[in-house]
């Protein structure tokens, strides 16, 4: 059966969909196979305006890496995404608010469009095809410029009842800890995110500008947490320090989590689970203190998450992919 130009195509296991990862600084896209397979993929900056600017940059990377078989585009978008309509409410980092994104982008692209938060996207990736792969229920953080959470429940989503479910970043990990946007102290995505280690690094590079640390973030390092994770592999005793600090209580929110949700599995995804043990020791030691009776309940892993930068990205893909029924129109299950 071949499908006519006017009708929506099937979505056949050849189907293809465009994943974009809209970010405060960059966006990337991704065409992705069924299998998760990433075929094309392009990015560009993320451009200051009005949500119909930003629109226009997603439009021109979804031509870039389109093909035939494209059935659908996924979005991630950096906030909070109304479930039911795609709109974003509120996106920290980007100049507006309260756009019906899902709408215009899909107006722009001619295709069907499923938006949902970042961190959602790149828990759904984990979910079908990386560390949490199995795992009906799974819980995922990535520690970024702030900190994103997904939660699955029972082989779904989790959204709440707008689609605001699961932001952990703004969970008390550090009472009396750094002031956050929010106007509360020791908020999960100040006290211990990617941000964190890179902030953290900065400080006490400028307190010893002669050690390990001070020289890597001297000589230049674009990314104050790479060099924080470069240093502490050479023995610098502060780095090392940032990051048994920042796993600590990311292993503190993860009990949270996991008291909250009982996981089978937490995935711990972002630049920072570079580090290796480094990082994820110290989470995993807290986390297994403040886990609910530890001893009653089967071991719950923390793992380190299979995509890396791409996560979003390839996550909003198969949303995509998952969502949308020959009709276009997004299904009711995901
Ligand atoms: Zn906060």
């Known amino acids: 059966m071949t499908p006519s130009s006017s009708a929506p195509r099937p979505v056949t296991t050849a189907a293809e969909a465009v994943g974009v990862d809209v970010g405060a600084t960059k966006i990337a896209a991704v065409r992705v196979s069924a299998d998760g397979t990433v075929v094309a993929r392009a990015r560009r900056a993320t451009p200051r305006g009005t949500a119909h600017t930003l629109v226009g940059a997603v439009g021109d990377l979804v031509t870039q890496v389109r093909g035939e078989r494209v059935t659908a585009v996924g979005v991630g978008l950096p906030g909070m995404v109304d479930a039911r309509t795609g709109a974003l409410a509120f996106g920290p980092g980007l100049a507006f608010a309260r756009a019906p994104l899902r709408a215009l982008i899909a107006e722009a692209v001619g295709l069907p469009v499923v938006a949902d938060n970042d961190a959602n996207a790149a828990a759904w990736a984990e979910y079908r095809l990386g560390a949490g792969r199995g795992h009906d229920h799974l819980v995922l953080v990535t520690l970024g410029t702030g900190l994103g959470c997904g939660v699955v429940v029972a082989g779904r989503l989790l959204r709440g009842s707008h689609g605001f479910a699961a932001e952990a970043s703004h969970l008390t990990v550090e009472p009396g800890g750094p002031l956050c946007e929010c106007g509360n102290r020791g908020c999960w995505g100040v006290s211990a995110s990617g941000a964190t280690i890179a902030r953290l690094g900065r400080q006490a590079a400028a307190a010893r500008p002669a050690s390990l640390l001070g020289r ?70 807290s986390f297994a203190r403040r886990l609910h009776s530890p001893g009653d309940r089967p071991p719950v892993p923390v793992l380190t998450a299979r995509f890396a930068n791409d996560a979003g990205a390839i996550g909003a893909a198969l949303l995509a992919l998952d969502r949308l029924p020959d009709d276009g129109r997004p299904g009711p299950r995901r």
């Open 216 to 285: 890597l973030i001297d000589r230049g390092s674009p990314d104050a947490g790479e060099a924080v994770t470069e240093a502490a592999r050479g023995g610098d005793r502060q780095a090392l320090e940032i990051l048994d600090r920042v796993g600590t209580l990311t292993g503190t929110g993860l009990a949270a989590l996991a008291n909250l949700f009982d996981p089978s599995v937490l995935i711990v995804g972002g630049g920072p689970v570079s580090a290796g043990e480094l990082l994820l020791a110290p989470a995993r030691a």
